[in-house]
């Protein structure tokens, strides 16, 4: 098998046949075209519907409008209105200081699961995933890992902290996810405030630690206990799931398939996991990670409202304007990176192959910027080594060269990423 794997990629075209019907379109990631002078210009200015708005693929700027001073450059309206409408007072749909406190409430919460109850977790729920994949001998990665993400979070976000085996309702949520609509934000969520709905009828909340916000999710009166209303408890049970689950579960799925390809480089991987399974695998599956999410960024997108100008190699953008950082853009520039289309992990692991910070923001960053990102990166981290551990993946080329991408909610392979599986 040769280490050269199929890396499907967005089409690009001029800016002016690329078609925004209006700004939700963008916020939901959509098109699938891109405009193809993102590649070589750090911005773009146009006007939808009269809003000006600017398309940045520019790591400068995006250093300084995302992380450096992101309380100039607060969330988006279009993007907070959005989140509203699907999840409610999630900490994705509101603005200000009702924000900074449930950010505050929810760091701490995803804080306090990093570690070894989550090692655990991920262990055993991991185990059972296999068993059934090698029962099974091919299996659809870009469902079977969003499911195992979504058991993960079940038992220790909104479970009591221990695994009870693979749990019919997040099965069956997981599968009606795969098959929703990518692009309908609404319906997705949709799903997942049924699964909170579920979580609330069985009972589970009972068995959470007093420290869990989720465990006041049917008090009448949790503000004086969590400093959370009811309603914004519920918004975030739900917000969360969305956030972290196809998003962790599409990173593993897409990683693997990339490996499923990669002969060489995967028995390398189990190599390196048997001889060293913390020190040297860890960076090198931090490196396949991080390529992967070069290439397939669960965000295609980002957006900022400018409230303060901004000068991106010397055009001046005025306040009031939209800010769309273009994830997908930056990550396939040409600008910052070396065969941009190639799967080449050892990227990440040279330090004269690293682009200028502001290049590569899977999680964007900031004020506004992913809540979870360390746990992301842990469940990365976990799952990979158990999987890697016990199995082979292949991936046939014919098979992989048909595989394309679709923007929605988030990013999407076009069709199922089938696999074999065999233990190892
Ligand atoms: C590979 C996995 C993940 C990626 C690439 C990712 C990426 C992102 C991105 C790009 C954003 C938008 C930030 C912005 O508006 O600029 C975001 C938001 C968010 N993510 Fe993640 N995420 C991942 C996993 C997770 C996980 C596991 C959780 C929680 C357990 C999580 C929780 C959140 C939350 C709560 C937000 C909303 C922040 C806000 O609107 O203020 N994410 N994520």
């Known amino acids: 098998m040769q280490d050269t794997p199929h890396v499907p990629r967005f089409k690009f075209q001029p800016a002016a046949h690329t078609t925004w019907r209006g700004l939700s379109d963008i916020a939901r990631f959509r098109p699938n075209t891109r405009p193809v002078e993102m590649l070589t210009e750090p911005v ?10 600017a398309l940045i693929t520019d790591a400068t700027a995006t250093q300084k409008a995302l992380f450096r001073h992101s309380s100039l450059f607060p969330k988006a309206d279009v993007q907070q209105k959005l989140a509203y409408v699907a999840f409610g007072e999630s900490l994705s749909g509101t603005t200000g200081a009702q924000n900074a406190n449930q ?3 929810m760091r701490q919460l995803l804080h306090s699961i990093l570690g070894p109850s989550l090692q655990q977790v991920v262990q055993e ?10 029962q099974a001998g091919r299996i659809n990665l870009s469902l079977a890992l969003p499911e195992l993400v979504l058991q993960v979070a079940w038992a220790t976000l909104f479970g009591p902290g221990s695994y009870e085996g693979r749990d019919h309702d997040v099965l069956e949520t997981a599968k009606r996810l795969d098959q929703a609509d990518r692009g309908d934000f609404r319906g997705n969520a949709e799903v997942l405030r049924d699964l909170i709905q579920r979580f609330i009828d069985r009972r589970r909340w009972e068995r959470l630690p007093h420290t869990n916000p989720f465990r006041h999710i049917t008090n009448p009166d949790p503000v004086s206990q969590t400093g959370l209303t009811q309603s914004e408890l519920l918004a975030n049970a739900a917000g969360l799931a969305g956030s ?8 593993l799925a897409w990683a693997l398939w990339l490996l499923g390809q990669c002969g060489t480089m995967q028995e390398r991987l189990h190599e390196r996991l048997k001889q060293a ?6 960076a090198s599956l931090l490196a396949l990670t991080n390529e992967t ?8 997108e980002t957006m900022r409202r400018a409230d303060y100008p901004l000068t991106i190699a010397g055009t001046r953008i005025e306040p009031g304007t939209l800010l769309i950082f273009s994830i997908y853009g930056l990550h396939r520039s040409p600008r910052y990176w070396s065969e941009p289309d190639a799967f080449k992990p050892e990227r990440f692991l040279e330090a004269s192959s690293l682009p200028p910070s502001g290049a590569f923001i899977p999680f964007s960053g900031g004020a506004s910027g992913c809540l979870g990102a360390a746990i992301a990166r842990e469940e990365l981290r976990l799952i990979l080594t158990e999987i890697l551990k016990r199995i082979t993946i292949r991936v046939s080329p014919g098979m992989a060269a048909s595989v394309g991408l679709t923007a929605g909610v988030c990013l999407y392979p076009n069709q199922p990423l089938y696999a074999e599986v065999a233990a190892n």
């Open 103 to 105: 950010r505050q409430i």
């Open 293 to 300: 999410m070069r290439l397939f960024p669960p965000a295609t």
């Open 44 to 53: 773009i200015l146009r006007k939808i519907r009269q809003q000006p708005v």
């Open 244 to 251: 972290g689950h196809v998003t962790t579960g599409l990173t």
């Open 277 to 282: 399974p913390n020190g040297t695998s860890a």
């Open 125 to 134: 729920a991991t185990e059972d995933a296999i068993t059934g994949w090698l």
